[in-house]
């Protein structure tokens, strides 16, 4: 899978990848899920078809999940420990605002830091697809939230932002170019 950008933060190392997230060999993916756990389409139903029912069937047992807070379940057939569910919408399909990528990245990170293995973890861009967050703005936030995040100090020592969309992986450098030298 390409790899086209990092830096590196503290002890931690922010990275881009183009390519589907659940190819990545990290110890953790975030879903980009909604608060049912119904995972359709999107990011959601390509972790669905690459790992298992046995992933949507564990995350709705715990649903609802309300936007702000996030879960885990097992990976299925994934090469991962864990899929971190964190909802960006409450159902399926809602177009939704900034603050909620803000909400779901936080909740995803908080996750990841509680889990005691998960040292790398691969976060698709947030709220970009039904949720109509522009590339641009969700980068932003998301960038911003794992600076935040890293800042605070974490044993997390990859955080990968990986996407299918060139697009949004150009969105997320050119995020990162202005901030490497803060």
């Known amino acids: 899978m390409p790899f086209l950008y990092g830096i590196r933060v503290n002890n931690s190392e922010i990275k881009i990848y183009f390519g589907d997230i659940?190819?990545?060999?990290?110890?953790?993916?975030?879903?980009?899920?909604?608060?049912?756990?119904?995972?359709?389409?999107?990011?959601?139903?390509?972790?669905?078809?690459?790992?298992?029912?046995?992933?949507?069937?564990?995350?709705?047992?715990?649903?609802?999940?309300?936007?702000?807070?996030?879960?885990?379940?097992?990976?299925?057939?994934?090469?991962?420990?864990?899929?971190?569910?964190?909802?960006?919408?409450?159902?399926?399909?809602?177009?939704?605002?900034?603050?909620?990528?803000?909400?779901?990245?936080?909740?995803?990170?908080?996750?990841?830091?509680?889990l005691e293995d998960v040292f790398s973890l691969a976060i698709p861009a947030l709220g970009t697809g039904v949720g109509g967050v522009s590339k641009k703005n969700a980068a932003e936030i998301m960038i911003n939230e794992i600076l935040t995040f890293i800042k605070g100090g974490t044993k997390l020592r990859e955080i990968i932002l990986c996407d299918i969309n060139k697009d949004q992986c150009n969105e997320f450098i050119k995020v990162l170019e202005l901030v490497k030298d803060l």
């Open 22 to 114: 659940t190819k990545l060999n990290v110890d953790a993916i975030v879903n980009a899920a909604n608060s049912l756990m119904i995972m359709g389409g999107g990011v959601a139903g390509a972790i669905k078809k690459a790992g298992g029912d046995i992933i949507e069937k564990e995350a709705m047992k715990q649903a609802p999940v309300p936007v702000g807070s996030a879960i885990y379940t097992t990976a299925g057939k994934l090469n991962v420990k864990y899929v971190i569910h964190t909802p960006t919408m409450e159902r399926p399909a809602m177009r939704i605002n900034q603050e909620n990528v803000r909400k779901a990245i936080r909740a995803a990170l908080k996750v990841a830091e509680a």
